[in-house]
């Protein structure tokens, strides 16, 4: 029930929860079925990887700060509103992982791609906003964002590479360019204010005779 500070990799055959504040000293792999915090994570400049699953918070103050590299091998629940790194955020490495949101949450690095390999969708019966600041890189997405329960804005500050299809979303902007390999569907506006280069056939849909925009 207190706080941990974890200057060594731990593995487990079962889950770990971590429940006070956790603290970061050195590069950790933390390897088990579900790795949960419920607390802050505060990265003190160090890698954080995560070998199996893992749940973000259970509020949105828990948020994870300080992180250099973050990359998470399996599903991903994010219950915390910010999740910052200065390097490089990976969620699943396989289309198969899912990733969820479970509040309106902001992921920030410093120039630095941020890469879901896996779904992207909203708790069940919400319609939770991602904010993705990526700086000057990009934002990855390799398989289907709102195929299963509907997102609401996605904002990202940096470039879109788009190999999967945004099924169902509020509205989606995008600060500089755009590779759209797949097809988006939104109830409201689409913003591309940078180049936008065409990758597959495209088919980019409002729902609720939302504006799509270039540049």
């Known amino acids: 029930s207190g706080t941990s500070n974890i200057g060594a990799d731990v593995t487990t055959s079962s889950t770990q929860t ?3 504040a956790v603290t970061l000293s050195a590069d950790v792999n933390l390897t088990g079925s579900t790795i949960t915090t ?3 994570v505060a990265g003190g400049t160090n890698d954080l990887t995560v070998t199996g699953n893992v749940v973000f918070g259970n509020s949105t103050t828990d948020t ?10 399996g599903n991903t629940t994010i219950n915390t509103d910010t999740i910052t790194t200065s390097s490089t955020q990976t969620y699943g490495d396989a289309t198969s992982d899912t990733i ?5 949450t902001t992921l920030t690095t410093t120039n630095s791609q941020i890469t879901f390999s896996g779904t992207v969708d909203s708790e069940n019966s919400e319609t939770n906003s991602l904010t993705l600041d990526a700086g000057t890189s990009e934002v990855q997405f390799d398989a289907e964002t709102g195929g299963t329960v509907g997102l609401g804005a996605i904002g990202i500050t940096g470039a879109l590479d788009l190999d999967a299809d945004i099924t169902n979303a509020s509205s989606l902007s995008v600060s500089t360019t755009s590779n759209l390999g797949a097809d988006v569907t939104t109830s409201g506006t689409q913003t591309y204010t940078g180049a936008v280069t065409l990758s597959a056939n495209n088919t980019l849909t409002t729902t609720s005779n939302g504006n799509v925009s270039f540049g």
């Open 64 to 73: 994870v700060t300080g992180v250099a590299v973050l990359d998470i091998t």
């Open 100 to 104: 969820t949101i479970g509040t309106a």
């Open 18 to 20: 971590y429940t006070g």
């Open 38 to 40: 419920n607390n802050t």
